[in-house]
Nanobody, 115 residues
Framework: QVQLVESGGGLVQPGGSQRLSCVAS????????MSWYRQAPGKERELVAR????????NYADFVKGRFTMSNDNAKNTVYLQMNSLQPEDTAVYYC????????WGQGTQVTVSS
């Protein structure tokens, strides 16, 4: 059974950092295309970052380039999103997704950037 469980969200001050984790089960992240999406209140869900494995090739949305880094730990079957220089406009629910013929989503984790 495929399952994605995100964690690491919370309240952070502008300019701060946060690391999100997505623990996968039921399939190997080492052979998957994994993505992070986010959805802010009143807005559509948008792609933040994607990693293709094997190879570890990553792609980022323009609005996070240079600030966010996506990575994977195959031994832990987990993908991460390291977020630096956070701004209030980064406030959103962040979702992990497994791409493919069948798409799987995690339940999401709230990130709030506020002073």
């Amino acid at each position: 059974q495929v399952q994605l469980v995100e964690s690491g969200g919370g309240l952070v001050q502008p300019g701060g950092s946060q690391r999100l984790s997505c623990v996968a089960s039921g399939f190997p992240v080492s052979r998957s295309v994994m993505s992070w999406y986010r959805q802010a209140p009143g807005k559509e869900r948008e792609l933040v970052a994607r990693i293709r494995t094997p190879g570890g090739i990553t792609n980022y949305a323009d609005f996070v380039k240079g600030r966010f880094t996506m990575s994977n730990d195959n031994a832990k079957n987990t993908v991460y999103l390291q977020m630096n220089s956070l701004q209030p406009e980064d406030t959103a629910v962040y979702y992990c997704r497994r791409d493919g013929p069948v798409v799987y989503w995690g339940q999401g984790t709230q990130v709030t950037v506020s002073s």
